[in-house]
């Protein structure tokens, strides 16, 4: 069974930083393709930073880039987010993904497995 399992967020003042992580139960990891949403109260889930199966390619929203870094360590099972420079419309829940593909992604049909997600609050 596949499970991914998000760590790290919580409360940080604006301008403050947090480290995502997510670990895969995903059986072959590295030919996965990667990525990390957010959705925020009363707004549709949206894309925030995706990386492929090598780790050769990323891609970021455009309201994250600049501060927003998304990696991973296939020996691990495991793709971090680190969030530097939050703001408060960075608040969410973060959600890690899993896309087959093993391409960067940017739109939710194309993950296959996601995780139950991670509180980020970002005070001002």
């Known amino acids: 069974q596949v499970q991914l399992v998000e760590s790290g967020g919580g409360l940080v003042q604006a301008g403050g930083s947090l480290r995502l992580s997510c670990a895969a139960s995903?059986?072959?990891?590295?030919?996965?393709?990667m990525g990390w949403f957010r959705q925020a109260p009363g707004k549709e889930r949206e894309f925030v930073a995706a990386?492929?199966?090598?780790?050769?390619?990323?891609r970021y929203a455009d309201s994250v880039k600049g501060r927003f870094a998304i990696s991973r360590e296939n020996a691990k099972n495991t793709v971090y987010l680190q969030m530097n420079s939050l703001k408060p419309e960075d608040t969410a829940v973060y959600y890690c993904?899993?896309?087959?593909?093993?391409?960067?992604?940017?739109?939710?049909?194309?993950?296959?497995?996601w995780g139950q997600g991670t509180q980020v609050t970002v005070s001002s």
């Open positions: 993904a899993a896309s087959r593909s093993g391409v960067v992604g940017t739109t939710v049909g194309l993950y296959a497995y």
């Open positions: 995903l059986r072959i990891f590295s030919s996965y393709g």
């Open positions: 990386i492929s199966w090598s780790g050769g390619s990323t």
